[in-house]
């Protein structure tokens, strides 16, 4: 069957405003088919993006540069107003990492406009890395985040309990932690609320193979919520499988409002509030 690559229509506005805590700009212009794989977004896509994302009340985004030559795209793109950036090391791609990395990593995360570090974790799904490697680089940037004074975003794909064993192990950082697209149970979000942590949910907890996630975001205060796209991946229903964008961010909105039987306005201002705590913004 072909890949449907049709952009799914705006939403309806919503009743107040929020960012999308999660996307990569590189990945959704290649897609769409205005840049060749591997190459920046131009400043012109993300305008046209962004501009798109406000017209729905997505007022703010983070995009997310996962490999070393992400790194100087996602910094530019928060040439953007409306555009921040975070900046690591994937862990299907950590093979390699020298210490010249690492010091150009910290370099960078040092810019006003870089918010996080991350995404970084572990991810037992591929088998690009070991989990032995992953695991090494995963502390390194633990570290990193506690050096930089900048929260961590985290990538953890059937992993959970080395995720969290690692964490008690190390000591979270001061700044904080958000697992990127969080894929536990009610169980371990309760556990990551109990330690602080922030999750972040994307288009899956719409899914309708996901009645544990939506569980999970049933159970925790909406003041450890926020949300994504992970764009260009992870659309909501009923668009899965077409290419993601910040303006969808209202789907999973309304979905959390409808868990928490609260208004979508409760929703974004909590969010809102959240995301500017934490992020510094």
């Known amino acids: 069957m072909a890949r449907d690559d049709t952009p799914p229509p ?46 729905v009340g997505v007022t703010k985004a983070i995009n997310v540069g996962c490999e070393v030559g992400e790194w100087q795209a996602a910094l530019a793109s928060t040439g953007h107003p409306d555009v921040l950036a975070a900046l690591a090391v994937h862990p299907t ?3 390699g990492l020298t210490e010249d990395h690492y010091t150009e990593l910290e370099r960078l995360l040092a810019h006003p406009r870089v918010v996080a570090v991350g995404e970084t974790g572990l991810d037992y799904y591929w088998d690009r890395t070991t989990p ?29 309990a080395d995720v969290l064993r690692i964490l008690r192990e190390e000591g979270a950082p001061d700044a904080g932690v958000v697992f990127h697209a969080f894929s536990g149970d009610a169980g371990m979000a309760r556990e990551c609320v109990d330690a602080g942590y922030l999750l972040s949910f994307p288009g899956v907890l719409t899914f309708k193979n996901a009645p544990g996630l939506r569980e999970a975001a049933r ?63």
Do not use: W
């Open 219 to 281: 159970s925790i205060p909406l003041e450890h919520v926020l949300v994504e796209t992970d764009a260009p991946f992870l659309t909501a229903h009923p668009y899965r499988g077409r290419p993601n964008a910040p303006y969808l961010i209202p789907l999973v909105v309304r979905l959390l409002a409808e868990l928490k039987k609260v208004d979508e306005s409760v929703v974004c201002a909590t969010i809102s509030a959240t995301g500017r705590r934490f992020f510094g913004l």
């Open 93 to 95: 791609a950590v093979r």
């Open 10 to 55: 705006l939403p309806e506005p919503l009743a107040g405003t929020v960012f999308d805590s999660h996307c990569h700009f590189d990945s959704m212009s290649s897609r769409a088919g205005f840049s060749e794989p591997g190459t920046a977004a131009s400043p012109e896509y993300i305008d046209d993006a962004m501009a798109q994302a406000s017209a």
């Open 132 to 160: 032995a490697e992953q695991q090494q680089h995963f502390r390194r940037h633990i570290e990193l985040s506690k050096r930089v004074g900048k929260p961590l975003m985290i990538h953890d794909r059937d992993a959970h």
